[in-house]
């Protein structure tokens, strides 16, 4: 998440079909809150043969607080549509209310730790003295280090931001990583933010796979300790939280790739320079399968138990119109069934509070969206 223009809380995951209606794709509806699947906390999510590795099962993680629940479940819904193998999501809550409440909804294939299962002493050390969201950002290291650890050699974990959503289906990213041990992303800004990349990073965190093996378990300890000593928001001294460590890596692992699918990655600080479209039903970019967006600063101005809500599409970024009828509007809907959702399970959303003059502002550049 471009961090140094809005902070972001982090997150995560999960399955899905293909094919969908613009009215309704990507989210799942109430049929989801069933009697959860959980399985083995430790499962063999590969099998090797001939000395490739084929998975069986996707193994994703994610983290959010209760401002950011509705979005976390937003995330698990579009992957339970999109991802077509078996998939584990696990989910460090970030306080006990989210936790209490995704408990409650028992979501299939879904999985609960808080900050304690980690086992990571340093990283609990810091949680009373660090601002959350600093001490968010320092917690995907070591959340995906203790999955590697129970799922053992060979595994691959992917880490989401919770303000995510995926669009079609997720098996070319790893087509992509393929028999490397870790997969990265660019901002890919658009030139009118391409200055955004000395202070925000070249890449962005909102989605990683690391595999279990000697470089990848090297790299993840490493970015931990990093995380560990500094994970702070000042660009002036080069720090963007978690995010501007990654700038290296490219020149310290052979086995990194960077995704180059056309449908990944996009997001606020690029999406205008794309052709977005809609086709039989399907969002194209440049003509190819959107896969995933990332919602950053995204702004709800109007919620809570109203019908329909209104949202800033992203504060600090202008959209056009199909931008915002093609993915932001069934995102703001799946916002507020989601929200719905979690006030049953007894998670009360925060009060919404937004400068008057500023609503007006983007009303009249059409600017907000509806759902």
């Given amino acids: ?31 989801d809150v069933v009697l959860a699947h959980r399985g083995p906390r430790a499962s063999n999510f590969w099998k090797r043969s001939e000395g490739l590795a084929f998975m069986t099962r996707y193994n994703f993680c994610t983290l959010f607080d209760r401002n950011y629940a509705s979005r976390g479940l937003a995330l698990y819904w579009s992957l339970r549509r999109r991802c077509e193998k078996d998939f584990q999501l696990t989910v ?7 936790h209490a409440a995704l408990a409650a909804l028992r979501l299939p294939a879904m999985q609960l730790f808080r900050v304690e299962d980690l086992g990571d002493e340093q990283l609990l050390a810091l949680r009373g003295t660090r601002p959350l969201r600093e001490f ?47 997969l990265i992303h660019g901002h890919n800004f658009a030139p009118k933010y391409a200055s955004y ?17 000697a470089e990848g378990l090297a790299c993840l300890k490493r970015w931990r300790a990093q995380n560990i000593e500094m994970c702070v928001l000042d660009p002036e001294n080069g720090y963007c939280g ?17 995704l180059k699918h056309p449908g990944t990655g996009i997001a606020p600080w ?55 009828r093609l993915i932001y509007q069934p995102y703001v809907r799946a916002l507020r069934k989601a929200q ?32």
Wanted: charged share 20%; net charge negative.
């Fill in 340 to 371: 719905k959702k979690l006030a049953l399970a007894g998670l009360r959303s925060s009060s919404l509070k937004f400068p008057v003059k500023q609503l007006v502002g983007f009303f009249r550049r059409d600017q907000l969206v509806i759902g």
């Fill in 197 to 213: 990349a000395q202070t925000s990073g070249i890449f962005n965190v909102g989605l990683m796979a690391v595999r279990n093996s």
């Fill in 1 to 31: 998440m471009d961090k140094f223009h809005h902070a972001r809380l982090s997150a995560a995951l999960c399955t899905a079909k293909p094919g969908y209606h613009l009215d309704e794709f990507p989210w799942a509806d109430d049929a």
């Fill in 270 to 324: 690029n999406v205008e320079a794309h052709n977005v479209r809609e086709e039989g039903g399907r969002v194209l970019i440049d003509g190819y399968p959107l896969m995933f967006y990332h919602y950053h600063a995204l702004r709800v101005v109007l919620g809570g138990a109203f019908p329909r809500w209104a949202a800033i599409p992203s504060i600090g970024y202008d959209s056009d119109q199909a931008v915002r």
């Fill in 136 to 182: 968010c950002w320092t917690c995907p290291g070591p959340l995906m280090l203790a999955l590697l650890a129970e799922l053992g050699s060979g595994s691959v974990v992917a880490y989401l931001d919770a303000d995510l959503a995926f669009f079609s289906d997720i098996q070319p990213i790893y087509d992509e990583l393929g028999d490397k041990d870790i």
């Fill in 92 to 98: 460090l809550c970030m306080d006990e209310q989210v």
């Fill in 242 to 258: 978690d995010q501007k460590y990654l700038d290296e890596w490219p020149s310290l692992y052979s086995g990194l790739v960077i």
